[in-house]
């Protein structure tokens, strides 16, 4: 939320007529002149302390310019853009009505509302703003992009996939439309759609890390196991915290059949986040491949102290209990996985007695 709306300081010469009658009115003018003045002065300092990222005083030169001139939209719109900033997301939906009802046809009031409202968790009353903000600005490609947003985490792929195209018709250099427009596209299965998008959101910006990772985790989906690892690396690469993208490239590395590989990546993934429990997962299954049963079931162990309810570590685990000769064991958690629902395991279960 970065546009502010400014104003040059205004100088008023008044012309004093020597005419008695008009005495009181010119008077009062030179007040009314005053008072604006004074606000416009406190309204500009607000928006210098706003370019400095100092929001709280900038409000306070915001709201001092208000008490002179209540009817000043600008300053509303721009309080409530620090009080966005600043964490206060009530006080700018609050300062957004104002100028609104003050300037009903400006659509960065309303896509700014339905952003903060957005952020505040109500969906559907921002999905109105944003609605509101193309209705006054057709060419609005982040109220666009928000309304996909919305869309794709409610699973209304298609329709995400329309707000994602219309924001790009709009920007064609909206990186993050065509990023999560191939997220959208790979949720339904256009596999290739979804790189064709990922490829056109990194030739916009190719540091945009998730958007590498993206991109491997579609190549791989499709068996290009030597790409999706090389996008991993560059996700890696550009974001060396980036746990996600270790967790996959193992699972890349083990499709491949490199274990060894596949458990150094888990690791690390784990190592930046501890409460990982996919990776804890994926480790055991790279260690099972590797005959390293007790690892293996310690790694399920850990999974599921995580999760309790992760279906494919209590499966995982009672196939290393299996060849442990904990038949006992491994039956009780193939139950287990049947139970929560994962795939596969009823036939595992059929040899339990």
């Not at 008009?22 to 004074?38: C, E, G, K, M, Y």
């Not at 609605?131 to 792929?157: C, M, R, S």
């Not at 959101?201 to 999706?228: C, E, P, V, W, Y």
């Not at 209590?314 to 299996?322: D, F, I, L, T, V």
Request: contains cysteine; negative net charge; proline residues 1%.
């Amino acid at each position: 939320m970065n546009r502010l709306k400014t104003s040059a300081l205004l100088t008023f010469v008044l012309l004093i007529s020597g005419a008695s009658f008009a005495q009181d009115t010119i008077v009062q003018a030179t007040i009314l002149d005053s008072a604006q003045i004074q606000a416009d002065k406190l309204y500009n300092s607000g928006i210098s302390f706003y370019q400095k990222k100092e929001y709280k005083s900038a409000i306070d030169e915001f709201s001092k310019s208000l008490e002179l001139r209540e009817d000043f939209e600008p300053a509303y719109f721009n309080r409530a853009v620090c009080k966005y900033e600043n964490g206060d997301l009530s006080g700018a939906i609050t300062d957004f009505d104002k100028a609104i009802s003050l300037d009903e046809a400006n659509p960065e009031s309303w896509y700014l509302r339905g952003q903060a409202k957005y952020k505040s968790g109500d969906s559907q009353a921002a999905t109105s703003d944003f609605d509101q903000a193309t209705n006054l600005k057709p060419d609005h490609a982040q109220a666009y992009y928000y309304k996909g947003v919305i869309k794709f985490e409610a699973q209304d792929y298609p329709g995400a996939i329309d707000d994602f195209t219309k924001a790009t018709n709009a920007d064609k250099r909206h990186a993050y439309a065509y990023n999560d427009r191939g997220s959208a596209k790979r949720q339904l299965g256009d596999i290739d759609g979804a790189i064709i998008d990922y490829k056109k959101a990194l030739m916009i910006d190719n540091n945009m890390a998730f958007t590498h990772n993206n991109l491997g985790s579609a190549q791989r989906k499709k068996g290009d196991l030597k790409n999706a690892i090389v996008s991993y690396s560059k996700a890696i690469s550009l974001d060396s915290d980036y746990y996600i993208a270790y967790n996959n490239r193992g699972s890349a590395y083990f499709d491949a059949g490199d274990f060894d590989e596949a458990i150094d990546d888990f690791s690390k993934a784990i190592e930046l986040k501890p409460d990982y429990a996919f990776a804890y997962n994926n480790r055991a299954g790279a260690k099972f491949k590797k005959e390293d049963y007790k690892g293996c079931i310690a790694d399920c162990d850990k999974a599921i102290e995580l999760d309790k309810n992760y279906a494919y570590a209590y499966q995982n685990r009672g196939s290393a209990k299996e060849l442990m000769r904990d038949e006992a064991g491994a039956c009780a958690d193939w139950k287990k996985a049947v139970e929560l629902g994962a795939e596969g395991a009823q036939s595992f279960v059929g040899i339990c007695k």
